[in-house]
């Protein structure tokens, strides 16, 4: 398994402002991901966070809004850019140790963009 | 769209009954899990059953895979009021690493 810690774990921020999310693991992993979950709904997968490269973004989703860093193999960072109310939403990060291996998720982090 | 289909969207049931989720998907995967999400909170892994497997238990849930219909079935035994949340499936597609999530379930066992 692994053990995975996000912070902040909620904030509410005003609109035009940014946020930067981290993902710590308690171990190395090969994969990093950020899902987003908008009120009522299901998981959508932002973008796969690489190790010392580019993140690599799904359809929909841009590294300017959504810049992503990964400096090692335990840490991530995601940063909502000029957030707007649609923003508002729940950030998980998310790591496998292999290609068909369990997928854990942290606890999230609340985003309320008033 | 990301995601793969679910379905009901909702079930409430009595405690004591049985809960079925069904999961379908597009295309040829390498796994398939289930997670809840107890309301807000973050996911908790439930089971994965691989591509070449039909069937896993793990306690009251069974979990059946059908490749050929390209769908998957979460069944709860004996459900409790602890077990409403939301469920999810998610799949690895053939030739990807990418974990993509179904729309879910949100089941509602009533005490």
Redesign the interface.
């Known amino acids: 398994s692994a053990v995975i810690s996000q912070k902040p774990s909620r904030d509410i921020c005003q609109r035009g402002t940014s946020l930067t999310i981290q993902c710590q693991v308690d171990s190395q992993v090969t994969?990093m991901?950020w899902?987003r979950q908008q009120p009522g709904?299901?998981?959508?997968?932002i973008a796969?966070a690489n190790q010392g490269s580019e993140a690599t973004y799904?359809s929909g989703f841009v590294i300017d809004k959504f810049p992503i860093s990964r400096p090692n193999l335990t840490f991530s960072t995601l940063t909502v850019s000029n957030m707007s109310p649609e923003d508002s939403s729940?950030y998980?990060c998310?790591v496998?140790r292999g290609?068909?291996e369990?997928?854990?998720?942290?606890?999230?982090t609340?985003l309320l963009v008033l | 769209s990301?995601?793969g289909e679910e379905d009901p969207q909702a079930l409430s049931i009595q405690e004591g009954e049985n809960a079925t989720m069904n999961c379908s998907y597009k295309t040829s995967i390498?796994?398939l899990?289930w997670?809840r999400q107890n309301s807000?909170?973050?996911?908790v892994?439930l089971i994965?059953i691989?591509s070449n497997e039909r069937e896993k238990h793990s306690g009251r849930l069974r979990v059946t895979l059908d490749t050929s219909k390209k769908s998957s079935s979460l069944l709860i035994t004996a459900s409790r009021a602890a077990d409403t949340a939301s469920y999810?499936c998610?799949t690895?597609h053939t030739g990807g690493?990418?974990?993509?999530?179904?729309?879910?379930t949100r089941l509602f066992v009533k005490a």
């Open positions: 994969m991901f899902y709904q299901s998981l959508t997968l796969t799904e729940i998980l998310s496998k290609v068909q369990t997928q854990y998720f942290g606890p999230g609340r | 990301q995601q390498n796994n899990q997670y807000g909170r973050g996911l892994h994965l691989r999810f998610a690895d690493f990418k974990t993509i999530f179904g729309a879910g």
